[in-house]
Each structure stands twice: as C-alpha cells, then as structure tokens.
C-alpha cells in the first residue's frame, strides 16, 4: 500500500497516463467479451452487471477524452476562414490606382488646329454658299448645325481638366466596390456624328473595370445609316450593341427596354448628343455605392447647338443649379438656396434636388425596379421626370446632381421629332403623376391646364391602380410632405384663390395674355379669348394679387407709366406684397390699383391704368 501512494505521488507526464487508462479499457474489454458470450435471456442476474459494466467504461472513456485535452498541442491547427455571406463582397482597403482606372478606349493623338479640338467652337462665319446651304438644311432636319458636328472629329478631346481641384484630386474608395454600369442611349434618327461621338466620348472617358457595356436603343428610326450601318460600324467596338423598337413609343418605352437587357448593377441613361468630360463616371458609381436609394444626375454643362463648343467647368467652382418644378408641371432650374450652400464644403459636396432633368442620371438597377421604374402606362415623352423625381423623394429615396461629373449636352431650342399621337399624350402622362402623387394639390394643376383637367375629369388617362398600388406597397409619403421637407422654398399658391380663369374685358370682348415668351419685364397684350388657360391663365389671389403663375410666379405690376408682368414680390416665407402688385376687384367690375387709385383699362394697345370710370366697358373686367 506504501508503494503504491508512493507510485501515486510521483509525478506523471500525460503519456504515462494514457498507457494506464489503455491497460484497464483492455482488462474491461476482456470481460465484457466474457459476459456478452452468455445469454442475457437465460442468466437474466448478469443484465444488473452488464448495466454497471457500460456505466463504468463510459466513465472511462469521458476520463481518456479528458486526458487527451489536458496533453500540450505539438501541432498548430490551421485558421479557419469565416466566408463573407451572399450579400457582401470582398474588396482591398485603399484607394484604386491609376492603373486600374484607365479608360475602355484610349482617345487618338489629337490635332490642336481641327475643327473643334479641345472643345473649342467651330467657326461658322466663314462657310460658303454650298456650306451655308447644307448648314440651313443639317439645322431643319435636327435643330442644331450639323454640318459643324460632322466636321469635328468623333473622338475629338475637351483639353484639360479645369474642374475645381478638390475635384480632380478626389480618389476613389476600393471599399465598398463601385459597382458596374450599363450605358442606355436612346435615340430616334439620330445624327450620325452626335450619336457616335456620344459613344466615343464614353469609351474614352470610362474606366474599363466599371463599363459593362452600351446600350443603344432605337426608337424604330428611319434614315437608313441607322439601320445595318450602324449595326455593322458598332461590331468594331465590341462592348457596343443596338436594341430596336419595330415601332415608335417613345423614349420612356424605349428606356424599359434598354434597362432590360442590361447587365451592369448601374443604368447610366444619355441623351444621344452629349459629351462625357474627365472623371464623370466615377463620382456617379462612388455615390449609388455609399446608398444605393440616391439617383444621381451630372451636372449638366452646355454644347452650343450652332458651334459644338463645349462649356468647360471653373476650377474656381460655379454657381450651381438644381430642378425645380412649376405648377403647370413643367421642369425648370433654380440658383441654390442658401442652407443648401452653407450645407456642401466644397465641389465635391452632392446637391439636394427637388427634381431632375431625367435625361441623364444613375440609378443601381435593383432600386430602379424597387422603385417602380417609369410608368409603362405613360406614352412618348414628357412628365415622367416628375414623375420619377416626386416618387423617389416620396417613397424614401433622393436625388441629387453630382457637381465633380460634368457631362455636356446639345440642348435645342425646340425638338425636331412629332408626336405620333399628337401633344396631348403629354397632358395626359401628367394627370397620371397628378393623379397618383400629388393628392389634393393637384387642382393646382388642373387650373392651368384646361386639357388636362378635362381628362381628369373623364378619366380618360388610363389605369392607374398599379401605381397607387405602388405607392401604398412602398409606404410612400404624401406630397404635402414633399412640399414641406423637400422643396419649402417653392411658391405654394392658393388652393382655392379668390377668382381664377381667363380675365375677359366687356368691352373688347378679348382677355389678358401674356404674350409669347413672356418671363417678365414686359407688357401684357390682349387677345381673343380661347379658353386653353396658358397664356391667359390667371389667378386673384387671397393676398389681392392678380398671379400669372404657370412657369414663374408673375403678377400684375403697375406703375405710372405702364401695366407689366414683373417676378412677383410676395413669394411665402417672411415676403409681403408690394403696393405695386396689390388690387381691389369691385364688384361693378372695376379692377382697382388702390395705390393710385386708377383702374385698369382695355382701350388702348396693351392694358394699362385710367382714371376709374364705372360706365366705361374698357374697364370692366370678369373671370371667365
């Protein structure tokens, strides 16, 4: 017993151990062979040992396992790599190089003395007569000079980088990936020139790792060099490819088709005559890869539609735009509000858009179809950037205009296409977007827009359950909403204004109008009455204005010397109606200007001020 507490105080190593537990399992091993080899059935008194038998070699073998952990591991297990789940993907910390960024395209060695080399305008003072004459024609057919863009190279350069330098100096994040983009250029005959050195400018511009492809879109065009020439000249650039409608429908049609066939995470949608200036596609990717739910827009410089000179950024920064709206629905573009100023650091800053062109913008694709993509319902063109731009902001997206991508567009005076179903398709897209986004200000609308109302109220724009199907799916916000926190500096007019209509005069039997073209500043003409709204459109607000407000703000402004238009003074937000813009409507029909005391008459060529006489039909006025 003494040699064995000896034995037992001496210090083991775990192998020693280990040797002892095998000897015992091994002696627990033979016995178990000599009690299985019976008949549990026929000796049931040796099923109470066996019980104990496995209730000690269990034990055992929990002692051996212990054992075994306890000994020191002699060797290093190999790193177990956790796998990123589905959603992540990997990428290197760091910025991409140079290198990695190189174009699809390397632009040709240029000639500084070409036509339009570096941006610079093509000279048309000096054309002669059969050059003149294939000008005047180029201009009929597209509403730009078309003779100066196909003398300028399609590859042609935009010389240096003068954005601002934080601009130029901007490296672009490995991590998060940008993501991949697909070009879609919808075109509809097309120039041959503007449509290919569109393309160009792309390849040339692009880094190579993020152009998946370009998609060209033809909106079933008729000049034969779009057909199979174009067909064949793109197979050369690889990357290129054309999709064709068999019939025109129009560019909102034709963009659900090219962002159907598109492969890359981005949809990047031009127009068919732009230039892409240095870096713009990377600013874009970088944005949509931080928050995949904004829509990004370039900031959209001019190509002259007579030169083709490209207006290049300031390195000094500039004087930025943003969309806007109007209440007729028309797009337009305002300066910056302050808070937004204060808000951006410096060019690299996004700015916070109401609303957007819609003609050239980003979108990841997965959002585009989370979103809702366009309104298939809606027809040809027009309204479905507003569309788009209330949707975004209201059911939880935004968009912004990226100042450091610049890309140039031909932007013409008027468009050279016809409207298979005439103009009235555009009316009726935006009783669509009035009728599905806007709530109870879209009467604001339907005052202006006499064709319009009249198909809201026979409800003849199609089906729209869809999108207010939509609209609740996604939980959107209501456009009181959008007024309030997206656009509060826009002018919110009456509701429901004192008088409003055409102002008709009894005595000329004409009514006010504003005249062509008329932004302010100018007299106001009388016309015959039409019943359209637009020109004649006015409203008598409750703060005693008389409001022509379809594309700006506008209010009868009076002074001695003459009645004009002028941009109205009372704009909301801490504003007040100046005594110039302020009057009475009697109820003789006298349309008093109470600081003067004179009224308003139709006697001469354009309306103006009289002494007020109640038995003159000059000055009797009525909203019709």
Known sequence: MTTFRRFLRKRFFPWKLVIVALIFITFVFLIQREVVGRDLQEEPWLKDIVDKRDAVLGMMMGAVNNFRDAMPKMQIKAPVRQHDTADSKPCLNGYYTAAELKPYLERPSQDPSAPGASGKAFPTDKLSPEEQKE???????????????????????????????????????????????????????????TLLRTVYSVLHTSPAIFLKEIILVDDASVDDYLKEPLDDYVKQLHIVKVVRQKERKGLITARLLGAAVATGDVLTFLDAHCECFHGWLEPLLARIAENYTVVVSPDITTIDLNTFEFMKPSPYGQNHNRGNFDWGLSFGWESLPDHEKKRRKDETYPIKTPTFAGGLFSISKEYFYDIGSYD??????????????????????????????????????????????????????????????????????????????????????????????????????????????????????????????AVKNMGKESCLDAGENNEGGKQLILYPCHGLGGNQYFEYSTHHEIRHNIQKELCLHATAEAVTLEECQFKGQNTHVTVEEKWELREDHLIVHPVSNMCLTAKEEHPSLEPCNPADRFQKWTFI
């Open 135 to 193: 000008k005047e024609k180029g201009e009929a057919k597209h509403c730009f000079n078309l003779f100066a863009s196909d003398q300028i190279s399609l590859s042609r350069d935009l010389g240096p980088d003068t954005r601002p330098p934080e601009c130029i100096e901007q490296k672009v994040k490995r991590c998060p990936p940008l993501p991949t983009t697909s070009i879609i250029i919808v075109f509809h005959n097309e120039a041959w020139s």
């Open 376 to 501: 298939e319902k809606m027809e040809i063109w027009g309204g479905e950037n507003i569309e788009m731009s209330f949707r975004v902001w209201q059911c939880g997206g935004q968009l912004e205009i990226i100042p450091c991508s610049v890309v140039g567009h031909v932007f013409r005076t008027k468009s050279p296409h016809t409207f298979p179903k005439g103009t009235q398709v555009i009316a009726r897209n935006e009783v669509r977007l009035a009728e599905v986004w806007m709530d109870d200000y879209k009467e604001i609308f339907y005052r202006r827009n006499q064709q319009a109302a009249q198909m809201a109220k026979e409800k003849s724009f199609g089906d729209i359950s869809q999108r207010l199907k939509l609209r609740q799916n996604l939980k959107c916000k209501n456009f009181s909403w959008y007024l309030k926190n997206v656009y509060p500096e826009g002018f919110l007019p009456d509701l429901i204004p004192l008088r409003f209509g």
